[in-house]
């Protein structure tokens, strides 16, 4: 991999309220090994041009604030090494199919709401146990994948079926759903099935797997639904 010293930033810039149209800006950045891409937004931010938006928090990769579309793909700012690219030029723009508030920051309404419908919380209808609620290595493996979501919205901008539907749920919303269905310590299935077995829930899914393809944390977001399709199926048939 070669060696560089300076790349140059290509940023999307916009601000729907200035009536501009979006443009790129361009910034030279110098590179130290190991530097991030978030980091050199940041050297952009203080040394270059301090109107630059976007956002960020835990700069570790979990937070998935810094969700961005970043030489073609989508991916974490901050888990985005410079050199990996191995490119002269960084090209960043917001995420793709979702409403500019400015520069690279998206906004997230829609998103959160759908994740709001699928009741992305543990249910319990039966009286808590003396201490904590068990789960075998077995049951806990069950969700392991799902439980590593951090809702940067990666899944549900590159989802066609969002782009055609904005009352389609997502893939994030629905790997949540799918997260607690597996749960062997919820007692919400029915409710959350109800939810999202509809033609904006799991029904328009037309496993295309670009959520599987985008999610930096390597989440299929395919396989919950189609568990959850499953599922569904089984419920509606009194099999399950």
Not at 3 to 28: I, N, W
Not at 31 to 51: A, C, H, P, W
Not at 184 to 191: A, L, P, V
Not at 205 to 214: K, L, V, Y
Request: with cysteine; hydrophobic share 35%; proline share 6%.
């Amino acid at each position: 991999m070669e060696t560089r010293t300076q790349v140059k930033f290509k940023v999307l810039r916009f601000d729907p309220d200035s009536g501009e149209e979006p443009r790129f800006d361009y910034y030279d950045v110098p590179v130290r090994e190991g530097q991030t891409v978030l980091e050199g937004l940041f050297y952009i931010l203080d040394k270059l041009d301090g109107s630059l938006a976007f956002r960020y928090s835990c700069r570790g990769a979990v937070c998935g604030s810094c969700a961005m579309y970043i030489n073609g793909a989508h991916r974490l700012a901050c888990g985005t090494q410079i050199a990996s690219l191995n490119a002269d030029t960084i090209t960043i723009s917001p995420l793709p199919n979702m409403p500019v508030i400015r520069d690279l920051v998206v906004d997230m309404t829609s998103f959160f709401e759908n994740y709001e419908r699928v009741r992305p919380y543990l249910i319990r209808k039966t009286p808590p146990p003396e201490k904590e609620h068990l789960q075998s290595p077995a049951q806990r493996k069950e969700i392991d994948e799902m439980t590593n979501c951090i809702l940067c919205a990666s899944c549900y901008s590159a989802c066609p079926m969002v782009w055609t539907d904005k009352r389609y749920l997502g893939p994030a919303a629905l790997v949540k759903a799918y997260r607690f269905v597996a749960d062997s310590r919820d007692e919400g299935t029915k409710e959350r099935l109800e939810i999202v077995a509809d033609e904006h829930g799991v029904w328009r899914c037309h496993t295309i797997f670009n959520c599987a393809e985008a999610c930096p944390k390597k989440i299929n977001g395919t396989y919950s639904i189609q568990q959850l399709k499953k599922r569904a199926m089984l419920q509606r048939l009194k099999f399950w």
